[in-house]
């Protein structure tokens, strides 16, 4: 489409002389007046450390000092900045050493994915320049307009009053000659500070060709295309346009082998509203201009199937007919012994429903991306969580073996799951195939939202039973999902929710069961958890109803029925190692004691002077399985020696923010017995990485942690051999040489005699780890996981109880994650997990063809979040890398049932639907008024 900005002030020949000062250096430009100024900085003066996530002004990603003063670059044109003094982050490093700020971010690991650092970064400059020792809360002001997805915005906050002098430093290492437990510094932070680190948008080859696809306005609609000739005649600019019948290969990818139902391109009929139609493929400025309603498509909108229960009425249009039952895609099921029975004969039985609404995965960074023909293979540089994934799509949907395809992810700028399903890859892929040139591809922030993945929606009926004692006795829980119009990743939480449908608690008796179910809604895909923050929304809520039933305290019925060590689950499985539930528990009890006693000292004193406000504190628990549910998972990695005594890790395993690429060196050296700073890494690229496997279900600290121990001590095990050594030697890396040192005598391997590999490594070592799982079967009974992450955190809020508004004031975190190979990435990953979790508790709800940008769709901002304090329990998981286990995931699961449980507190009211926006919670008061809570 036209971009009414860049249109604005164009002059006769549409062009411009603009002379601006950026980074203390004169330029010139000649560009529209129109134009957006951040797509000057990017585009003509090659300055892509200004990032666009929205191209609104609501996500500040942007964020530039204009005159010194900060503002969004995507909302000045060019004309209005002629004259002008402009700083970017380019401009913050001197002589390749980072200012005070961007060092302070480094070490408090207030950068993750990057993607809205630089904007941080501008908008602290702004506030530093303007005030010496600002406070929190100025901080927060002034850094308020930038938006993040990863962080939860403390250590960002923290970042900034330490290099002003005013605030906290990191937390130092009690041993700094540690690799594994090390507050190691991200390995790839200074990339994301000084605005080098490539994504996605920011690099293509200059003669690309650029890409658009088409999309269905509508949730359901069949549609011809008819004769292009008058389009081509009516734009020169205009290549070729794509459709369904120029896909050389199969018309349709999936997660699963068997389940290719999303076609790269639709042929005549479309499932949702976002589902792509044909692709446009043209120079950059007809590609741009070009509207959808130019081309000859005709429409005809179906009825529709929009939510779950319209999609099982027998009446409703089928939307797979390759079903075996009318639109549910797969069921799944755990049932151990006889749970209605026990429900019946419960002394107090809890029960009720529960709705979720789909939530955003709202990453900073839309898809973005471009592919190139090489000979007689395609290389795809984009933005992804699971390289080898797209691998396999891409030359599925090419017509080509495997080894025609290379993936290189670029860096990645959130994905929390939504960036496991391909996205502009295959289509990428095939343009560049038939065109026989680069093409490139970024989506707009609405096409992301339009198209992308989400949470997908639950509705759980669910009833949990306990003894006069307070001993769980049953649960019978169903959970539909709406899986939308494609598979995605509906039959993985499906399997997963049965499973973890207890929670952290002893149940002897289960009946849980669920289904993925089709509508005419967008594909629910992968998002954080998998299905399980739902269910734990659930029993979290179920377990204090039965704490007001038995007059017990929350926290201690929870820890009366917590998981240990020699547990069996409800599929049978033998716990042995590594349940820290009771820990975790046990860790936030003093807190929980005085922030209850505080909270209702705080309610009356406000109930005497009349306040509306009522404070209250809740816990949320959990346990999720780190990796895919029983089936293989395997991780492979790589360690090699060079003629020099260099070491390089091959590090498949894809950072999108948590620290893969910190985290695995750090094992790396450990077992190598090395600095970390003596760990080289290549990473990503499929053509010279193994397949460490996807980045997703918290499982690369787990899975490929441990296989990089297992290369690495490959490794030092074929040096032994070499050295005919004994496994006790000492191993030492020298320029040239490695000493192996046994009985104080010293075996030399000269590095220099070995002959050399294509890569130029002289020693190498593999690693291969695939976590111990077996199937289920028809009952759910098996081992699903290795492992499991336990938690608890407890939350307090403040609800105005006349508006039903809904404020966060703090919340403790204790988590079990076996060890925390780097403390600081790990207090992080829960930051942000809290932040999804708030999200989710409070204020995200999407809305196809609503709330598709991010002014409608609100995600939390530093305003929303509380204070958090973080407890790492470090119970060993002895198959875990170090003893250490995931966290991805565990940090979001259990937020939203403890803010839920503390509207409870302060109110009496139970939230059974998700988001609690204020008109839900002023409902469930009077609800609890009316009830005589």
């Not at 603009?18 to 330029?27: E, I, P, W």
């Not at 380019?90 to 050493?97: K, N, P, T, Y």
């Amino acid at each position: 489409m036209t971009d009414a900005l860049d249109a604005d002030r164009e002059t006769a020949n549409g062009l411009e002389d603009l002379r601006f000062t950026v980074n203390g250096a004169a330029r010139r430009v000649s560009v529209p007046p129109g134009k957006r100024l951040s797509r000057v900085l990017r585009e003509d003066l090659g300055l892509p450390g200004t990032k666009v996530g929205c191209d609104a002004g609501d996500c500040g990603a942007c964020t530039i000092l204009l005159d010194g003063r900060q503002a969004c670059a995507c909302l000045v044109p060019a004309a209005q900045a002629d004259g002008a003094e402009i700083r970017t982050v380019e401009g913050l490093a001197q002589d390749g050493a980072l200012d005070r700020l961007q060092e302070a971010f480094l070490k408090h690991g207030a950068a993750q994915c990057g993607i809205c650092t630089p904007g941080m970064l501008m908008a602290a400059t702004d506030l530093l320049a303007r005030c010496d020792r600002p406070t929190a809360d100025e901080a927060m002001d002034a850094l308020g307009g930038v938006l993040c997805r990863c962080t939860g915005y403390q250590k960002i906050v923290e970042a900034v009053l330490d290099a002003a002098g005013n605030g906290p430093a990191p937390p130092a290492d009690a041993d700094g000659t540690a690799a594994v437990g090390a507050r190691l510094a991200r390995l790839d932070g200074a990339a994301k500070l000084d605005g080098s680190e490539p994504y996605g948008a920011d690099v293509w080859p200059a003669d690309c060709l650029h890409l658009r696809v088409v999309r269905s306005p509508y949730a359901h609609a069949t549609f011809t295309i008819g004769a292009l000739d008058e389009v081509y005649a009516r734009w020169p600019g205009l290549h070729r346009i794509l459709t369904a019948a120029d896909i050389p290969g199969q018309n349709g990818f999936g997660i699963y082998p068997t389940i290719k139902d999303q076609p790269v391109l639709a042929d005549g009929r479309t499932l949702y509203r976002g589902d792509a139609v044909c692709a446009l493929i043209g120079d950059a400025a007809t590609i741009d201009a070009l509207t959808d309603a130019e081309l000859p498509i005709e429409w005809t909108e179906e009825p529709a199937v929009l939510d779950v229960h319209a999609a099982l009425d027998p009446a409703s249009p089928p939307l797979h007919p390759r079903l075996e039952e009318h639109n549910v895609l797969i069921r799944g099921r755990v049932r151990a012994g006889e749970a209605e029975t026990a429900l019946a004969d419960s002394a107090h039985r809890a029960e009720g429903r529960f709705q979720t609404a789909f939530v955003e995965h709202a990453y900073i960074e839309p898809e973005a991306g471009y592919a190139v023909r090489v000979g007689d293979r395609v290389h795809v540089y984009a933005c992804t969580q699971a390289p080898y994934m797209d691998l396999e799509e891409v030359a599925n949907v090419l017509g080509f073996e495997q080894e025609r395809v290379r993936i290189v992810p670029t860096a990645c700028g959130g994905g929390f799951g939504g960036k496991l399903d391909v996205s502009l890859q295959p289509i990428l892929a095939v343009a560049a195939w038939l065109t026989d040139r680069p093409v490139r591809c970024v989506y707009d922030r609405p096409d992301s939202m339009r198209s992308s993945t989400k949470r997908h929606p639950a509705r759980i009926d669910a009833a949990l039973g306990a003894d006069e004692a307070g001993r769980l006795t049953a649960l019978r829980l169903h959970a539909d999902f709406d899986t939308g119009a494609y598979a995605s990743w509906g039959p993985t939480v499906a399997g997963r929710v049965p499973v973890h449908a207890t929670g952290p608690y002893r149940v002897p008796q289960v009946l849980a069961t669920s289904a993925a179910i089709h509508t005419n809604a967008p594909p629910s895909g992968a998002f954080r958890g998998f299905g399980v923050p739902q269910g734990a929304i659930a029993v979290e809520s179920l377990m204090d109803d039965l704490a007001e039933r038995l007059e017990a305290d929350p926290l201690e019925l929870r820890l009366r029925n917590a998981l240990r060590a020699g547990d069996r689950t409800a599929t049978g499985q033998v716990i042995e190692h590594s349940v820290g539930m009771a820990a975790c528990l046990e860790a936030v009890r003093p807190a929980w004691t005085d922030w209850r006693a505080e909270a209702e000292a705080a309610n009356r004193a406000a109930e005497a002077e009349g306040s509306p406000t009522r404070r209250g504190v809740g816990v949320g628990c959990m346990w999720y399985g780190c990796g895919n549910t029983s089936m293989s998972n395997p991780s492979h990695m790589r360690v090699a020696v060079d003629r020099r005594g260099r070491i390089t890790l091959y590090n498949g395993a894809v950072d999108i923010g948590q620290g893969t690429y910190t985290i695995m060196p750090q094992i790396c050296a450990e077992t190598l017995g090395v600095p970390v700073s003596e760990i080289r890494q290549v990473t990503g690229d499929t053509d010279a990485t193994p397949d460490a496997g996807k980045t997703s279900a918290s499982r690369q600290t787990f899975v490929s942690g441990r296989a990089v121990k297992e290369a690495a001590e490959a490794l030092l095990a074929e040096i032994r051999r070499r050295a005919n050594a004994g496994p006790d030697a000492a191993i030492r890396f020298e320029d040239g040489a490695i000493l192996a040192i046994e009985d104080g005598v010293e075996k030399r391997i000269a590095l220099a005699d070995l002959p050399e590999g294509a890569d130029g490594a002289v020693l190498e070592g593999f690693g291969r780890f695939d976590p111990p799982t077996t199937g289920l079967d028809a009952d759910g009974q098996g081992v699903p996981y290795a492992t499991y992450g336990f938690a608890a955190q407890i939350a307090e809020v403040e609800v105005d109880v006349e508006l039903g508004t809904v404020t966060p004031i703090r919340l403790l975190a204790a988590h079990d994650v076996g060890r925390a190979v780097n403390p600081t990435l790990v207090e992080g990953q829960i930051h942000g997990g809290v932040a999804q979790g708030l999200g989710l508790a409070l204020m995200e709800e999407y809305i196809p063809g609503r709330t598709e940008n991010l002014h409608d769709y609100l995600i939390p901002t530093f305003g929303d979040m509380p204070t958090i304090e973080c407890i790492l329990i470090e119970d060993p998981e002895p198959e875990g890398p170090y003893g250490a286990k995931g966290i991805g995931e565990p940090a979001l699961v259990p937020t939203a049932p403890a803010i839920l449980g503390a509207i409870r507190h302060a109110t009496g009211a139970v939230i059974r639907e998700v988001p609690a926006l204020p008109h839900r919670v002023l409902a469930a008061i009077e609800a609890a008024r009316a009830g005589g809570r």
